[in-house]
């Protein structure tokens, strides 16, 4: 009986042990999520594809991964966005909502989840995040006089004054409140920031980013944070669970969203740090390996919410990457003046394939960029129609015309550079290199285009002799476009599946192992070769 029950307990705690090693961690991207007042433009599109494909890079390069965007509901933009409409602001989340998730759609992203931070599943984690720190002495509650600006949701310091004493007319009206608030102590742990970001060079890229932080951490006194607002100013946010008369500041709800949903998800650090009744623990997501940002929201991403996570006894992500702002011919992107990209009119004239590589081969993550049309149009062609396009294109027709679509004997005349080109990319898009990635991989379509000019196989077709060098030829083009198709397939999920699918290949080119020369089988047989990208007369 004894033996039987030991027999039991070591069972139990053997089952325990392999369900919690075969659980392992996955790579984490997140995005910023968007205010929803509005509708979406280039500037969000070109975050969203960012982390889009760095999340497909992973999981072709073998990585289990978690890709999570979504949407900022609460806070004064919205509220103020929803009255303009006079509608109430949960209505008026939930109608553009649906069109946010449609452009997601359209993007094609390969997100986890979605979340909405008026979701009960978002709200009750803030709420219980809250109440924590509280309990542990983190918050306290003080009176502020100030000047106040309503349009920006903001006290005015002596420094916003102009020289003649006035507080500019952007700030519209200006009164002096007396008000009281809930404020986090950000202060005491300025010194341990600064120690965490010198030794962790990674944890704000690109560099130049990371150094803009340390010198506004070095060169202020940071200021305790206030996380509420009381309801008689706002009401469209998070009630504080410890004080009904106050809802949570907007930033503090939605950086939350980077954990609420690991939680909601089982993640096992996050469940072992927040909830008092534990559930069992299903995933393994935090720390975020990324988070993608844009250069404006620095401050919340690389200041308060290291402190926030500290505070939390949570360990902190991995890095947060920075990307620049985009213009459009050198100016704001702004409704007011009509100066907008409309990424949906783009994608439905060229594809969203062209959109995607525009937007990744344009700008690098980091600087500011510039959208031109006639910038898009010469990329497009070159790169695309007579780039890729053409070489696709080509080849499998010449393999159809003179072959009859017989993949012939394997030759590996282009295998080193093929091989180069793989081996770069692999090493670049473990860096979030994308910009160079596709560099790397149009390096072997022009060299490949090179090759069909210097063999000339239309020539070695009308000479019987030349036979065995034509199936050379002919193998060594096909065989580059499917070590293409595999290599660009996440940053062009579709024109990768048309590449495979016009070499009759049912697989799906999603992984970074297929990407090695001599794969593709002699004798089989390419199915029908149609343009990638049509030439465009413009
Ligand atoms: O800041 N070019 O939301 P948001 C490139 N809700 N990126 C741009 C851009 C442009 N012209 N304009 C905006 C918020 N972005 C908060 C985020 S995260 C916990 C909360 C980027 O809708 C911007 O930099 O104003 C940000 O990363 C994202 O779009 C959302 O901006």
């Not at 027999?7 to 929803?36: C, E, L």
């Not at 349009?151 to 200006?174: A, C, I, Q, W």
């Not at 909601?264 to 940002?293: M, Q």
């Not at 090179?450 to 077709?461: E, G, I, S």
Request: proline share 5%; hydrophobic share 40%; aromatic share 10%.
């Amino acid at each position: 009986m004894r033996t039987r029950m030991n027999g039991k307990i070591a069972i139990a705690a053997f089952v325990g042990q392999t369900a919690r090693s075969i659980m392992s961690k996955r790579f984490y991207i997140t995005t910023a999520i968007d205010y929803v007042n509005g509708q979406p433009h280039l500037g969000h599109a070109y975050e969203k594809i960012v982390a889009d494909v760095i999340a497909r890079s992973r999981r072709s390069l073998g990585q289990e991964v978690f890709f999570l965007t979504g949407l900022d509901e609460h806070g004064q933009k919205v509220q103020q966005a929803a009255q303009a409409e006079k509608k109430d602001p949960q209505e008026y989340c939930d109608a553009l909502a649906a069109d946010w998730l449609a452009f997601a759609k359209k993007l094609e992203l390969t997100n986890d989840d979605f979340v909405r931070t008026t979701e009960p599943r978002h709200k009750e984690f803030v709420q219980a995040i809250l109440s924590k720190l509280n309990d542990a002495g983190h918050f306290y509650k003080a009176s502020y006089k100030g000047f106040y600006s309503a349009k920006e949701e903001t006290f005015l310091t002596e420094k916003d004054r102009r020289p003649d004493g006035t507080f500019d007319p952007s700030y519209g009206e200006v009164v002096e409140l007396l008000e009281e608030n809930y404020y986090f102590k950000l202060g005491a742990h300025q010194q341990w920031l600064i120690e965490f970001i010198e030794k962790n060079p990674a944890f704000v890229q690109p560099d130049y980013r990371r150094n803009e932080v340390l010198g506004f951490l070095k060169n202020n006194t940071l200021e305790d944070l206030c996380i509420s607002r009381p309801v008689t100013r706002l009401n469209w946010g998070i009630p504080l669970p410890f004080d009904k008369d106050f809802v949570t500041y907007v930033w503090f709800d939605a950086l939350v969203n980077y954990i609420s949903i690991a939680a909601a998800h089982g993640d096992e650090t996050i469940l072992a740090k927040a909830e008092s009744g534990r559930r069992k623990a299903e995933i393994e997501l935090w720390p975020a390996d990324v988070h993608v940002i844009g250069k404006d929201i620095l401050k919340f991403h690389a200041v308060y919410w290291p402190i926030m996570l500290k505070a939390m006894e949570l360990p902190l992500p991995k890095q947060i990457l920075v990307h620049g702002w985009w213009q459009k011919d050198g100016a704001k992107i702004s409704k007011s003046t009509g100066n907008i990209v409309d990424p949906v009119a783009v994608i439905d004239e060229w594809g969203l394939d062209a959109f995607r590589f525009y937007v990744l081969r344009e700008l690098d993550i980091g600087p500011d960029g510039n959208w031109t049309d006639a910038g898009f149009r010469a990329r497009y062609s070159a790169e695309l129609a007579n780039g890729l396009g053409n070489l696709v294109n080509r080849s499998l027709s010449m393999l159809k015309r003179y072959r009859n679509g017989i993949v012939p004997a394997k030759s590996d005349e282009l295998a080193a550079f093929a091989a180069k080109a793989a081996d770069e990319t692999r090493a670049l898009l473990k860096q979030n290199q994308l910009q160079a990635a596709l560099q790397s991989i149009w390096s072997l379509v022009t060299r490949a285009n090179q090759y069909v000019d210097q063999t000339a196989p239309f020539k070695l077709a009308k000479d019987p002799a030349q036979s065995k060098r034509l199936d050379e030829v002919l193998y060594n083009l096909a065989e580059t476009c499917r070590v293409l198709a595999v290599l660009i397939q996440p940053f062009l999920p579709g024109t990768a599946v048309k590449i495979y699918t016009q070499l009759g290949l049912t697989e799906s080119p999603d992984k970074f192992s297929e990407a090695v020369w001599g794969k593709l089988e002699p004798g089989h047989k390419i199915g029908e070769p149609s343009p990638l990208f049509p030439r465009k007369d413009v």
